[in-house]
């Protein structure tokens, strides 16, 4: 408990026509522009897997702030969030199609005579 070092992991997804070679050098140069990050060991970004909705990374990175980590979790985040922007890379968000179809009138009136 006297190691003032702390670990910060920051998971991402991008969408699918994202380059992983290019979102793992943003991630990483956004760790390493942060003053409070240690270039050793230095930050590692990895790419994670294929998710249902996205390309999944991580970033890794050390700080000697362990007291104030979430200040600097913080910093670096919105660091990548506009590293990614400015780089057109897209953070896709689940969606849903709903499809809704037409029913006739009769048989709806039917349904609700059932029900009452």
């Known amino acids: 408990h006297g190691d003032k070092c702390r670990r910060i992991e920051i998971s991402v997804g991008v969408g699918y026509d994202s380059d992983p070679e290019q979102v793992l050098e943003l991630l990483t140069n956004a760790a390493l522009n942060n003053p409070d990050i240690l ?3 230095e930050p590692n970004a990895v790419f994670m ?6 390309l ?4 890794r990175a050390w700080t000697t702030i362990a007291d104030q ?10 660091d990548v969030h506009k590293a990614l922007k400015e780089a057109k890379i ?3 968000f689940p969606q849903r199609d709903l499809h809704l179809k037409t029913v006739e009138k009769n048989i709806f ?8």
């Open 39 to 41: 270039t050793n060991p």
């Open 49 to 54: 897997g294929f998710g249902e909705n996205s």
């Open 56 to 59: 999944n990374f991580e970033l």
């Open 69 to 78: 980590w979430r200040r600097v979790y913080s910093a670096v985040a919105v």
């Open 90 to 92: 897209r953070i896709p």
């Open 109 to 116: 009136e039917e349904i609700i005579k059932k029900e009452s």
